[in-house]
């Protein structure tokens, strides 16, 4: 079984992936945009540079995305995060390339759980919990 989050778009979800992508030290294995899929009749030209569906790989992580559809709006995640643990030496600066562009919502610092622990909204409007795991 596979639970992965699935990251909705306002449109730059083709920017977002490539950045995850460096920061994550991921690999896209697939993206997808409108315009090169057997649906491409079935939007608008406007859309078809818009990406209907990614994938990226860091690890045992994965991460999947796409733009909102033109006739939908985009659904907030603001009751959802995506949770990163790595180890001390990747987690703060982690957190501070997801940081950049974006707005913290809770600076990486010590906590009683986690030498270091930070939550940050990225500048795609995705939601980040960076943990420190001293085990890795």
């Known amino acids: ?11 730059n979800c083709a920017e977002a992936f490539p950045f995850y992508e460096r920061v994550l030290g991921g690999r896209i294995v697939m993206m997808q945009t ?3 899929s057997p649906m491409k009749d079935q939007v608008g030209a406007d859309w078809h540079d818009k990406v209907l569906h990614a994938r990226m790989e860091a690890g045992n992580f994965v991460l999947m995305g796409s733009d909102a559809p033109p006739s939908e709006a985009a659904v907030s995640p603001r009751d959802m995060h995506v ?3 790595t180890g001390a030496a990747d987690a703060e600066r982690l957190f501070n390339a997801l940081a950049a562009g974006g707005r913290v919502t809770m600076p990486f610092e010590k ?7 930070g939550m940050v909204v ?3 409007g995705t939601p980040w919990m960076v943990n420190t795991d ?3």
Do not use: K, Q
């Open 1 to 11: 079984m596979e639970i992965a989050p699935y990251l909705i778009f306002n449109g």
């Open 34 to 36: 409108h315009g090169e």
């Open 83 to 85: 949770s990163v643990s």
């Open 111 to 117: 906590t009683f759980w986690s030498p270091g622990f």
């Open 122 to 124: 990225d500048r795609f």
């Open 134 to 136: 001293p085990a890795r």
